[in-house]
């Protein structure tokens, strides 16, 4: 038995009573963001951000922000006791196993990082060693720099255990008689962390380049959406989109086998390029006429 609270609300789930629930139907659309049919209605769903040390969830459902917080039986049980299991937790560190140099950091704060990937390249008894991450994970911080020596034993990067705490979302729709709402957004993210500006009908949406980029509140119709890449600039690719009503486009950014950049719908799975004024809407007819058979 699990608490979430919700806007000052607390329920307490049965997770094999929701996972057995078939009044819902959740669809993964990408790594980040979901489609969910609950009580009759179609929800969009964001996961922005996963606190794992706080065990917090912030949400975005059809562009409202929501933050979730949960208790495990573990919680209970300790905070019955008198004890914080959340103040108790710390991920293991990556540490020297031998006195050597860092030659090169893999990794930057923030980073989310799987099980076995590399985090820092270690020179040891004239041997470079890649130190790897255990467990999936996000890095913390990083406690040395390229170049310095550093003892046995020495922490070289924290890392914060990831644990994802997706039926908490089951539960939010399967309690909750949420609102339809009339919100259609944007949603673009980069393949292999790939940071880039969003510049929507000439106005800028965000100030700081991001991997993934969500434009709510946005009108129906067709828009033109600016890319510039962290790495390119002064490259300018020009998407030409059209927006339906009360709803959403959900791409990724990536290249193709010509080395170009391309918008990958994931929903229609078709691939958009730069500057065909006219490409989404004819493929979107295409769409259309594939689906009506």
């Known amino acids: 038995m699990y608490k979430v609270s919700i806007q000052g609300k607390t329920f307490e789930i049965d997770e094999k009573e929701i996972s057995d629930n078939n009044s819902l139907n959740i669809s993964e659309i990408s790594h980040h963001f979901y489609q969910v049919a609950a009580h009759g209605k179609n929800h969009t769903v964001i996961v922005d951000k996963i606190d794992t040390q ?15 917080q949960i208790e495990e039986p573990i919680d209970v049980l300790l905070k019955n006791m008198g004890l914080d299991l959340k103040a108790m937790q710390k991920a293991e560190p990556i540490k020297a196993p031998m006195p050597g140099m860092v030659l090169k950091i893999l990794v930057e704060p923030g980073q989310q990082i799987e099980k076995g990937q590399g985090v820092l390249i270690l020179e040891a008894m004239k041997m470079e060693n890649v130190l790897k991450s255990s467990a999936a994970a996000t890095v913390k911080s990083i406690k040395v720099s390229e170049k310095s020596a550093v ?66 509140e946005l009108l129906e119709g067709p828009i033109v959406v600016s890319i510039q890449l962290q790495n390119q600039p002064k490259e300018v690719y020009n998407f030409y989109i059209t927006m339906p009503s009360a709803s959403h486009r ?8 010509e080395n170009q950049w391309v918008l990958f719908d994931f929903e229609r799975n078709y691939t958009l390029h730069a500057n065909k004024e006219q490409e989404d809407q004819e493929l979107f007819k295409s769409f259309q006429l594939l689906q009506a058979k």
Do not use: W
């Open 54 to 68: 706080q065990k917090e969830i912030t949400l975005k459902i059809n562009g409202e922000k929501k933050v979730l």
């Open 151 to 216: 003892e046995k034993g020495a922490i070289l990067v924290e890392l914060v255990e990831m644990k994802k705490y997706f039926f908490a979302l089951y539960f939010f729709l399967f309690c909750l008689n949420a609102k339809g709402q009339s919100n259609t957004f944007l949603y673009i993210e980069s393949r292999n962390n790939q940071a880039f500006y969003l510049t929507i009908d000439s106005n800028r949406y965000q100030r700081h380049f991001n991997t993934l980029q969500i434009v709510p």
């Open 250 to 257: 959900s791409f990724l950014l990536d290249k193709n086998q």
